[in-house]
């Protein structure tokens, strides 16, 4: 019998899925394994994407449904793999457990990590397919990858999102994308138009997107806060008065009251979901007047297969901020950042003016993916060096660090001649100390 098992930890992902096999992107199989994992930081407490309002509506697509975080509790999905010596005993107990020959292939997501790295190392002879459900498809690979696995990735099924722009993932291993068909994907989301039982009525507000960013470490509780009141500020400012507001739904409720308190003073009128839905069920339930967010992918969702107005907000922000450079949200924040209108830029909203064309973001990304991974990535060496050498001036600049492009030798950093000045401790003392001197003077 050829089994295929789809690991997937999100309804969006999911309805990835769907698309795909309706689509017939995947061979004919005896049976399909729908492989759900939780990979909330507490799954006993927080709901499981098979959980969702929508999941009934894609469950058919699967022949059966099985829980990764009850097959291996008491371990964490996203934190767990076992020992090289207990692969063979835990291949053998999977087998046993989900009931599979030896004809198995598997679909997984973000293979740089667990859970999904974990199922491709514990079954050594199994293709793989990685699906991408987001931005970070056209990023580089996260980790460098054991090749026993890198290898066995036979291609990366992605969406759309930015038609005419290829992704970097996997292509260490020549692994081509693929795209899932967007008429089937918006098929398949127009399928869960009716999952949001509980939904109000509005129609053609201003959506604001939450992201949870300070759960990633990128920002601060506050800093995250207040990005959300600046949206509300920036949406109200372009005569919005109809807002609503989609937390991520694990974030706190704490995190609405500034916004409502700014709501309050604004005259707006706020409406904060508190039904875990996707954005997409609220495009087409509301149908938008404009969509804000800083770097969702459901702002490309938005634009690229449903048409609707977007802004972004916060990008310069965290573009100086993601720390380390390599941090996989770099690509997706750049993208964002170089496509779409920024919010408080009026006539570039109401045009809806795209700031680059696909054919300069490109290149843009495969130069900063290659200063993201230059181990992973070293054939985009030369192509990095001459869109540099061309390309990079204030507006550029902002997508790179000096400081990284002098440690990988590249133009844009600092002289050769002047490198050693920030590695010199005596070098430092003495221009701290002209500094103190300077600050004195003006005292």
């Not at 989900?98 to 050594?124: C, M, R, T, Y």
């Not at 580089?140 to 066995?152: H, L, S, Y």
């Not at 390309?391 to 997508?399: P, S």
Request: proline share 8%.
């Amino acid at each position: 019998m050829t089994t295929q098992i789809f690991q997937a930890s999100t309804l969006y992902g999911m309805a990835t899925l769907a698309a795909a096999l309706d689509s017939g992107l995947f061979r004919p199989a005896d049976r399909r394994i729908l492989l759900v994992c939780n990979n909330a930081a507490t799954p006993e407490t927080t709901p499981g994407p098979d959980e969702m309002p929508g999941f009934e509506r894609l469950r058919d697509r699967f022949d059966e449904v099985l829980s990764y975080n009850e097959t291996i509790f008491p371990f964490h999905p996203g934190g767990w793999a076992p020992r090289p010596e207990d692969m063979p005993l835990w291949e053998r107990y999977l087998r046993l457990e989900w009931k599979i020959g030896d004809d198995v292939e598997f679909a997984v997501e973000s293979i740089q990590v667990n859970p999904s790295l974990a199922l491709a190392q514990i079954f050594v002879d199994a293709p793989v397919t990685v699906y991408a459900d987001g931005l970070m498809s056209y990023g580089p690979t996260r980790n460098k990858i054991d090749p026993q696995v890198g290898t066995r990735v036979n291609r990366v099924l992605h969406l759309d999102l930015v038609p005419g722009l290829k992704p970097l993932l996997l292509t260490e291993f020549g692994v081509a994308g693929e795209i899932v068909p967007t008429p089937a994907f918006t098929k398949v989301l127009a399928e869960l138009v009716g999952s949001g039982e509980g939904l109000p009525e509005i129609e053609e507000p201003a959506l604001l997107l939450g992201q949870y960013l300070s759960a990633l470490g990128i920002l601060s509780a506050d800093d995250e806060e207040n990005l959300h009141v600046r949206m509300l500020k920036g949406a109200h400012a372009l005569g919005h008065t109809r807002i609503v507001f989609k937390p991520h739904p694990t974030a706190p409720a704490r995190f609405t009251r500034k916004l409502e308190q700014e709501a309050e003073k604004l005259g707006a009128e706020l409406t904060v979901l508190d039904t875990p839905v996707l954005a997409e069920v609220l495009y087409q339930r509301m149908r938008p007047a404009l969509v804000v967010g800083c770097f969702s992918t459901a702002l490309l969702t938005a634009s690229a297969l449903y048409g609707l107005p977007v802004a972004r907000l916060g990008t310069e922000l965290l573009l100086d901020r993601l720390s380390p450079f390599e941090n996989s949200n770099r690509v997706p924040v750049t993208v964002v950042d170089a496509l779409l209108p920024e919010l408080t830029d009026r006539a570039a909203v109401t045009e809806q003016r795209r700031g680059m064309s696909v054919d300069v973001l490109g290149p843009l990304v495969r130069a900063v993916g290659f200063a993201m991974q230059p181990k992973i990535l070293p054939r985009l060496r030369q192509e990095t060096e001459a869109y540099l050498a061309e390309n990079l001036d204030e507006k550029t600049l902002r997508y790179f660090k000096r400081k990284r492009l002098t440690s990988l030798a590249l133009p844009g950093g600092v002289p050769g001649q002047l490198g050693f000045i920030p590695r010199n401790a005596a070098m430092r003392r003495v221009a701290r100390r002209a500094l103190a001197l300077k600050k004195a003077v003006k005292r």
